[in-house]
T-cell receptor
């Protein structure tokens, strides 16, 4: 089935640095990908919708200059957390529509970001 | 976008059937209902999807009444490994609008 590969699985960075998270659709093309963040014991919160070849659409309250999204190809979307702070520590997850439409959306395995 | 309401948590025992109901009163004509399972520190995993009546696959069944204002995920004979959070999502694939509700935290006890 359709697989979305997300890397890295976990990352620790220092405050003020930037971190890039990659999301790849391995055996299908994804013109749209979604980025979520999830805090402990909470649900997934949609951050932005990534569109291949165009600007991402951010949800209200999400700083687009802090969370840079690039969807330069049909199989790769990246999320860069710029000037990270401890409050950005969270679990970040990407997803893409499963190509047949019969199996919902396919999610990456998530990235645990810890900012120290 | 149809808002969904689920119980926050449920407890069950191994071997029992578990039914989790999701309310979506303002579901639109083109909306499908999809359920996901999420384990800690993992991305959600697709369980089942339906539009109306009943859908069954190897892991679950989905019951949708005629008015489609609710749906029930049925997990037969749960095991400890079914302890997870279950999310009900309602939406139109063309709109690509994937917002999660609070989900139901299922705990299966021995």
């Amino acid at each position: 089935g359709a697989v979305v590969s997300q890397h890295p699985s976990w990352v620790i960075c220092k405050s003020g640095t930037s971190v890039k998270i990659e999301c790849r659709s391995l055996d299908f093309q994804a013109t749209t990908m979604f980025w979520y963040r999830q805090f402990p014991k909470q649900s997934l919160m949609l951050m932005a919708t990534s569109n291949e070849g165009s600007k991402a659409t951010y949800e209200q309250g999400v700083e687009k200059d802090k969370f840079l999204i690039n969807h330069a190809s049909l199989t790769l979307s990246t999320l860069t957390v710029t000037s990270a702070h401890p409050e950005d520590s969270s679990f970040y997850i990407c997803s893409a529509p499963e190509p047949t439409g019969r199996y919902g959306y396919t999610f990456g395995s998530g990235t645990r970001l810890t900012v120290v | 976008l149809a808002k969904t309401t689920q119980p926050i948590s449920m407890d069950s025992y191994e071997g029992q059937e578990v039914n989790i109901t999701c309310s979506h009163n303002n579901i639109a004509t083109n909306d499908y209902i999809t359920w996901y399972q999420q384990f800690p520190s993992q991305g959600p995993r697709f369980i089942i999807q339906g539009y109306k009546t009943k859908v069954t696959n190897e892991v679950a069944s989905l019951f949708i009444p005629a008015d489609r204002k609710s749906s029930t995920l049925s997990l037969p004979r749960v095991s400890l490994s079914d302890t997870a959070v279950y999310y009900c999502l309602v939406g139109d694939w063309n709109n690509n609008d994937m917002r999660f509700g609070a989900g139901t935290r299922l705990t299966v006890k021995p």
